[in-house]
Protein backbone atom coordinates (compact mmCIF):
# COMPACT_ATOMS: atom_id res chain seq x y z
CA UNK A 1 0.00 0.00 0.00
CA UNK A 2 1.20 3.68 -0.60
CA UNK A 3 0.48 6.75 1.33
CA UNK A 4 -0.01 9.83 0.27
CA UNK A 5 2.08 12.62 2.25
CA UNK A 6 0.97 15.51 3.15
CA UNK A 7 2.35 18.94 4.93
CA UNK A 8 0.45 21.21 7.38
CA UNK A 9 0.78 24.63 6.83
CA UNK A 10 3.04 24.87 10.30
CA UNK A 11 5.49 22.10 8.74
CA UNK A 12 5.74 24.12 5.20
CA UNK A 13 6.83 27.12 7.26
CA UNK A 14 9.23 24.87 9.13
CA UNK A 15 11.32 24.21 6.14
CA UNK A 16 10.58 27.57 4.97
CA UNK A 17 12.71 28.87 8.54
CA UNK A 18 14.70 25.82 9.05
CA UNK A 19 16.03 26.51 5.25
CA UNK A 20 16.45 30.56 5.95
CA UNK A 21 17.94 30.07 9.29
CA UNK A 22 20.63 27.77 7.81
CA UNK A 23 21.42 29.85 4.39
CA UNK A 24 21.11 33.25 5.48
CA UNK A 25 21.87 33.16 9.58
CA UNK A 26 24.57 30.94 9.41
CA UNK A 27 25.28 31.65 5.61
CA UNK A 28 25.79 28.28 4.33
CA UNK A 29 23.17 27.70 1.75
CA UNK A 30 24.82 25.09 0.43
CA UNK A 31 23.94 23.06 3.91
CA UNK A 32 20.61 24.53 3.52
CA UNK A 33 19.83 22.84 0.59
CA UNK A 34 21.42 19.49 1.18
CA UNK A 35 19.52 19.21 4.58
CA UNK A 36 15.85 20.07 2.75
CA UNK A 37 16.97 17.15 0.19
CA UNK A 38 18.11 14.75 3.24
CA UNK A 39 14.55 15.91 4.75
CA UNK A 40 12.29 15.73 1.30
CA UNK A 41 13.56 12.31 1.25
CA UNK A 42 13.24 11.23 4.42
CA UNK A 43 9.96 11.94 4.26
CA UNK A 44 8.90 10.79 0.96
CA UNK A 45 10.32 7.50 2.57
CA UNK A 46 7.10 7.51 4.74
CA UNK A 47 4.73 6.32 2.01
CA UNK A 48 5.69 3.13 2.15
CA UNK A 49 6.02 2.17 5.98
CA UNK A 50 5.00 4.98 8.13
CA UNK A 51 4.22 2.96 11.17
CA UNK A 52 7.84 1.81 11.20
CA UNK A 53 9.28 5.02 13.22
CA UNK A 54 8.26 5.17 17.26
CA UNK A 55 5.67 6.85 18.75
CA UNK A 56 6.58 10.13 20.37
CA UNK A 57 6.35 8.76 24.25
CA UNK A 58 5.29 12.40 26.08
CA UNK A 59 1.22 12.89 26.28
CA UNK A 60 -1.24 13.98 24.80
CA UNK A 61 0.64 12.78 21.65
CA UNK A 62 1.60 9.01 22.07
CA UNK A 63 -2.03 8.89 22.37
CA UNK A 64 -2.98 10.88 19.04
CA UNK A 65 -0.49 8.36 17.02
CA UNK A 66 2.25 10.93 16.84
CA UNK A 67 5.28 9.46 15.37
CA UNK A 68 8.78 11.15 14.96
CA UNK A 69 11.36 10.63 12.01
CA UNK A 70 14.85 11.87 13.01
CA UNK A 71 16.79 13.98 10.39
CA UNK A 72 20.15 14.84 11.37
CA UNK A 73 19.66 17.05 14.73
CA UNK A 74 16.02 17.22 13.25
CA UNK A 75 12.46 15.77 14.18
CA UNK A 76 9.77 15.65 11.90
CA UNK A 77 6.68 14.82 13.72
CA UNK A 78 3.63 13.32 11.59
CA UNK A 79 0.77 10.87 12.00
CA UNK A 80 -0.86 8.35 9.94
CA UNK A 81 -4.44 8.30 9.00
CA UNK A 82 -4.81 4.67 8.22
CA UNK A 83 -8.14 4.36 6.27
CA UNK A 84 -7.45 7.76 4.45
CA UNK A 85 -3.99 6.16 3.61
CA UNK A 86 -2.68 9.45 4.63
CA UNK A 87 0.93 10.55 6.22
CA UNK A 88 0.19 13.98 7.70
CA UNK A 89 3.46 15.98 8.58
CA UNK A 90 2.70 18.11 11.55
CA UNK A 91 6.22 19.91 12.85
CA UNK A 92 9.43 19.79 11.91
CA UNK A 93 11.64 21.36 14.03
CA UNK A 94 15.27 21.30 15.47
CA UNK A 95 15.95 18.51 18.32
CA UNK A 96 17.80 20.67 20.71
CA UNK A 97 14.41 22.87 21.39
CA UNK A 98 11.64 22.33 23.74
CA UNK A 99 9.77 20.31 21.89
CA UNK A 100 6.52 19.61 24.25
CA UNK A 101 6.27 23.49 23.86
CA UNK A 102 6.42 23.51 20.50
CA UNK A 103 4.27 20.85 19.65
CA UNK A 104 1.58 22.42 22.32
CA UNK A 105 1.94 25.91 20.52
CA UNK A 106 0.95 23.65 17.09
CA UNK A 107 -2.53 24.58 15.97
CA UNK A 108 -3.21 20.98 14.18
Not at 23 to 36: G, I, R, S, W
Not at 44 to 51: H, T
Not at 56 to 80: A, C, M
Amino acid sequence: MSYKIVYTEEAEQDLVDVYRYIAMDLLVPETAKNLMDRIMDAVKGLNGLPLRHKLYQNEPWHSKGLRVLPIDNYLVFYTVLEEESKVVVIRIMYAGRNIDLQLSNTKT
